[in-house]
């Protein structure tokens, strides 16, 4: 088979260009790939990018029939393709690499020679004959790269973070079941990774799940801003080279075949050049991605042993943690959500910097805000979802060691500063220090304070929540009894009494 048999001519502006014969895509899109060889990603790695683009096409080409600007052969034929490629087809005809210069216009001509090309196709007519069926003047009408661009990257953010808040939301779930399950399992609360006070490891997980949940709501709020579009701006928000109903109905077919309920932006010059909404929102993936890494750092820290750490929980075993050290088994699932952690916050500033060198009436660094957004909702999904499903879900507790550094700790002297003082209150941690004792058996050997504050010790659980309204504890003091009242209103009082008063 020889070259020309392999290969077809088109031209454009700048002279001819060969094509792959089976290539649906034309020469803006063959430039593309020759000029951008930089990473090796494809921008049909992001499937609701490509299907918001033929939203876009689809919404704008309906419009144009509809104001008797476009033939309706043409449009159907754009319409078709449109519907191809929202069902899954053609995304092997998106080779692009995701970074780009020129502001997108790579990917708007990826799209729109696609379509010309099958278009071409449906009609019963050979690719590249495109007088019968134009990639700019047919399917790029009334549209400028500046506006389709942002529009459909929009659209694919809003399209795309579902998934984000669906895993999210499953992952809050299984930390809400385990809140349950680990509800009776008394441990040590720690500040500073210092002792603190008492509380149940069922509360550690319901507050994971809480803080989760914030999110899943966040992430809806702020995709919210995306809703607002710039399509029939055209070139810098100006509309030209539209009719002047074609933006109002453009959008209107947008929301219709779409199902998200974009509007028109107030300003469209503004909304040519603004980022802001990409920034918001990459800076709520980073704040989720923080927070699920500070979820894993508590996860690693309550597993850490088996032996020589805290060993509260278990998680599941999933591979030998070491070439070397047999028996070894590490909390790999954590460490790897810490990695895509660490990503996303990268990439967030990456998009700070791009929506910052924004310039005039454009933004050319769009393609690498889209790449690093769409990149981080991937990877951020991805990474809760195995977190969830290979991690938490198998987590178990260890109640005798969660009760073993309790006991050992000084977190119940807290407990005791209402009615002795804190003075007092760390005179008897510190011994518990230095003796090595529990602080009950510390308290055992106070032969100045009462039974029933020692007693107060005896159960932890009643410490896990806010103290009863009114305590009251007996000290001696000589030949009589020193009774302390603490209310939480009224504050501490004292009454003197004799023996036999009490």
């Given at each position: 088979m020889n070259a020309s048999q392999i290969e077809r001519i088109e031209n454009d502006s700048l002279?001819?260009?060969?094509?792959?014969?089976d290539a649906y895509y034309g020469p803006q899109t063959a430039r593309g790939i020759e000029n951008f060889p930089i990473s090796g990603i494809k921008i049909s790695?992001?499937?609701?990018l490509i299907r918001a683009l033929a939203y876009v096409k689809m919404a704008a080409a309906r419009a144009n029939v509809a104001l008797g600007d476009l033939d309706k052969r043409k449009a159907d034929a754009i319409c078709q393709v449109c519907e191809e490629i929202l069902a899954g087809r053609h995304f092997r005809e998106f080779p692009l690499d995701v970074f780009q210069g020129g502001a997108g216009t790579s990917?708007?001509?990826?799209?729109n020679e696609v379509i010309a090309n099958r278009g071409l196709e449906l009609m019963g007519m050979r690719r590249g004959t495109y007088d019968a069926l134009h990639p700019n003047n047919d399917v790029n009408l009334s549209q400028s790269t500046n506006d389709v661009y942002p529009t459909a990257l929009r659209l694919a953010i809003v399209l795309s973070h579902g998934a984000l808040q669906q895993a999210l939301e499953q992952l809050a779930a299984e930390c809400e079941a385990k809140a349950q399950e680990f509800s009776d399992v008394?441990?040590?609360?720690?500040?500073?990774?210092?002792d603190a006070v008492p509380m149940t490891l069922g509360q550690e997980f319901q507050a994971f799940a809480t803080t989760l949940r914030e999110d899943v709501a966040r992430l809806g709020?702020?995709?919210?801003?995306?809703?607002?579009?710039?399509l029939g701006g055209t070139a810098i928000g100006t509309g030209i080279n539209t009719n002047p109903e074609y933006q109002a109905l453009a959008v209107a077919q947008l929301r219709a075949i779409s199902g998200v309920p974009v509007v028109p932006a107030g300003n469209l010059i503004e909304a040519c050049w603004d980022t802001g909404a990409f920034v918001l929102f990459s800076g709520m993936l980073k704040r989720t991605a923080t927070k699920l890494s500070k979820i894993c750092n508590d996860?690693?820290?309550?597993?850490?042993?088996?032996?020589?750490?805290?060993?509260e929980i278990n998680l599941p075993a999933l591979q030998p943690g070491s070439s070397i050290m047999p028996g070894k088994v590490n909390p790999v699932l954590p460490e790897v959500v810490n990695q895509v952690a660490f990503q996303i916050i990268g990439y967030d500033l990456t998009v700070t910097l791009a929506a910052e060198a924004g310039q005039l009436q454009l933004n050319v660094m769009e393609p690498v805000i889209a790449y690093n957004i769409m990149h981080s909702l991937e990877l951020l999904t991805n990474a809760v979802e195995v977190l969830r499903t290979k991690c938490v879900a198998g987590i178990t507790a260890n109640p005798?060691?969660?009760?073993?550094?309790?006991?050992?700790?000084t977190a119940l002297a807290t407990a005791l500063t209402p009615t002795i003082g804190y003075e007092r209150a760390a005179e008897l941690a510190k011994g518990v220090l230095i003796a090595g004792k529990t602080i009950r058996e510390i308290l055992a050997e106070q032969t100045d304070l009462s039974g029933e504050l020692i007693a107060q010790t005896a159960d932890p659980y009643l410490l896990t929540r806010p103290t009863r309204s009114r305590a009251v504890s007996q000290r001696r003091v000589g030949d009589n009894h020193l009774t302390l009242r603490v209310d939480p209103v009224a504050g501490l009082s004292v009454c003197v009494a004799s023996s036999k008063d009490l």
């Open positions: 002279g001819p260009v060969s094509i792959p014969i790695r992001f499937p609701q990917t708007n001509m990826n799209i008394i441990k040590l609360g720690r500040t500073q990774l210092q709020e702020i995709a919210a801003f995306f809703h607002e579009i710039n996860l690693r820290l309550l597993s850490s042993g088996p032996r020589g750490g805290l060993n005798e060691i969660c009760r073993k550094h309790l006991d050992a700790s």
